[in-house]
C-alpha cells in the first residue's frame, strides 16, 4: 500500500487563490444561487496561543444542506481569509442533521478545516448550533469532554448571524479533530 | 444506513507534526492538545464536487494576455492515486508560486526581487478519469524568509487538492530535484520520515519535456485511501 503524500504548511502567500465571493455560498453567480433554507452567517474570529489574530489563515467550509444531505446538488462549500482582526465571515444555509454512526443522528454541523502558515497540517473543527435538541444525542460531541464541548459550539448573535471563536491553541482552546 | 467505509488512519511517519520547533510559526500556532480521533460519518467521507463549470481550469501560468513570463518554462504533469493505487478522477488541483525571480504576486511579499506582469502565479487543473493532471509554468525562484538567520525556502510550488471524500483534502508542495536548500529547509526537513520527504520531490521526466518546448517534471500525488472493509476507527 502506498502512503499518502505530506501535507504542507499553505504558507503567508495562499491568498493568490483566494476568491473572496467563495465565503458567500449563496451568491448570485454562483452555484447554490437560488437555494431554499434558512439563511445564517457564519463568523468568528481566530487567535493564537499568545491571543494574537491569525490574520492570514485560509478557512474553508463543508456541510450538508438543509435537509442533511450531502449529494443532493446544494454545493456545501466555502473559503473564506481571515482579516487583520483574524476574522472570517461566511453567508450560507443552515444545515439539517446528518445520519450518524448505527442508527445514530448528528445534530446540524458545519466542518471547519483552518490552513496557515505555521500549520504544517489543516486543523479541522466543528461548528455546531447552540440550543439545538440534537446536541444532547449527538455523538460525535459525545467524544467531545464536557468541559471543552463550548469550543465546537456557535451561539446566536441576531440577525441569522452564528458566531464561533476558535482558539489554536492555549487556554479555551478549541478542540480539533482527527478524521 | 449502513456505516461510510472510512479512510484508512494516515500512516505513522507520512506526515508531519503540527510542532515543530524549528519552524518558528508553529510556535503559538500549534494546538496543544492532540486532535480528538473521531469515527468518519457521511460529512468525511463526502466531498464537494468541483465542476469546472464553477471552477474555471487556468492551466497556463506561463503566460498573461499572450505574453510570455520571464523565467525557465516548465510543464509539470502527475498523476493522482489513492493509497490503494486507483486514480482519483475529476479532483481539483490548485497551484500558487513564486515567479522565477522568487517573489509572489501578493502584497504581503516585499523580497526585493521583481515581480513580472507576465506572470501571476496561481493556476487550476482536474485530474482526468485516469487521474492525470499537467499545467505549464516558469520553475520558480528560491526567496528568503525570516525563520532563522540567512533561511531560504527550497524552490516549491503550492498544490492544494480536492478529492472524493473532506479526509483526502490535502494541501502540499513540491519541491525540485537537487535543490541544495532542501537539507536546510525545517519545514521539508518536518516532514515525516525519509520516504515520506522524498515523495514531495518532483522527478525531471523526459517524457513530460516537450521538444523545443519546456523541460518536464513529473509529481505524483497520493491521497488517502478508504479501509476495504469498514472498521471500527475511533
Not at chain 1, 47 to 76: I, K, N
Not at chain 1, 86 to 109: E, I, M, W, Y
Amino acid at each position: 500500500m502506498m502512503h499518502a503524500t505530506a501535507s504542507q504548511t499553505a504558507g503567508p502567500y495562499w491568498h493568490m487563490i483566494d476568491f473572496p465571493e467563495w465565503a458567500d455560498l449563496l451568491r448570485a453567480d454562483g452555484p447554490n444561487a437560488g437555494a431554499a433554507g434558512e439563511r445564517i452567517v457564519l463568523a468568528g474570529r481566530i487567535t493564537d496561543g499568545t491571543g494574537a489574530a491569525v490574520s492570514d489563515a485560509m478557512v474553508e467550509l463543508w456541510q450538508a444542506d438543509p435537509e442533511g444531505r450531502y449529494d443532493a446538488g446544494f454545493h456545501g462549500f466555502g473559503r473564506c481569509a481571515t482579516d487583520l482582526q483574524g476574522g472570517f465571515r461566511f453567508t450560507t444555509l443552515k444545515p439539517g442533521a446528518v445520519p450518524g454512526p448505527g442508527n445514530s443522528t448528528q445534530a446540524p454541523h458545519i466542518v471547519i478545516s483552518i490552513f496557515a502558515r505555521g500549520l504544517m497540517r489543516a486543523l479541522v473543527t466543528r461548528a455546531y448550533f447552540a440550543g439545538d435538541v440534537l446536541l444532547a444525542q449527538d455523538p460525535i460531541l459525545a467524544l467531545v469532554p464536557e468541559a471543552r464541548r463550548d469550543t465546537l459550539i456557535a451561539r446566536p448573535a441576531g440577525n441569522g448571524e452564528w458566531r464561533l471563536d476558535i482558539r489554536l491553541q492555549g487556554e479555551g482552546e478549541t478542540v480539533f479533530l482527527d478524521v | 444506513m449502513a456505516d461510510p467505509i472510512p479512510y484508512r488512519p494516515l500512516a505513522e511517519g507520512s506526515q508531519p507534526p503540527y510542532d515543530l520547533p524549528a519552524y518558528g510559526s508553529t510556535h503559538a500556532r500549534h494546538p496543544k492538545a492532540a486532535p480528538l480521533r473521531i469515527p468518519q460519518t457521511l460529512t468525511e467521507v463526502s466531498a464537494p464536487r468541483f465542476a469546472p463549470t464553477w471552477y474555471a481550469p487556468h492551466e497556463d501560468l506561463s503566460t498573461v494576455d499572450g505574453k510570455a513570463a520571464l523565467g525557465e518554462r516548465i510543464i509539470v504533469a502527475g498523476r493522482v492515486l489513492d493509497e490503494n493505487g486507483r486514480p482519483v478522477p475529476d479532483a481539483m488541483v490548485e497551484i500558487w508560486q513564486a515567479n522565477a525571480a522568487g517573489r509572489y504576486h501578493h502584497p504581503r511579499d516585499q523580497h526585493d526581487a521583481p515581480l513580472d506582469p507576465n506572470f501571476l502565479g496561481r493556476g487550476r487543473v482536474f485530474t482526468d478519469a485516469e487521474g492525470n493532471y499537467r499545467f505549464t509554468t516558469v520553475k520558480p525562484g528560491a526567496y528568503p524568509w525570516r525563520n532563522h538567520w540567512n533561511a531560504w525556502r527550497p524552490i516549491h510550488i503550492h498544490f492544494g487538492l480536492h478529492g472524493a471524500g473532506f479526509a483526502q483534502r490535502l494541501v502540499t508542495q513540491m519541491y525540485f530535484p537537487g535543490d541544495p536548500l532542501l537539507d536546510l529547509d525545517p519545514i521539508y526537513q518536518g516532514s515525516g520520515d525519509a520516504e515520506a520527504r522524498s515523495r514531495l520531490v518532483a522527478a525531471f521526466d523526459l517524457q513530460v519535456t516537450q521538444p523545443e518546448w519546456a523541460l518536464g517534471y513529473r509529481f505524483d500525488i497520493v491521497l488517502r485511501g478508504r479501509a476495504a472493509t469498514p472498521f471500527e476507527n475511533a
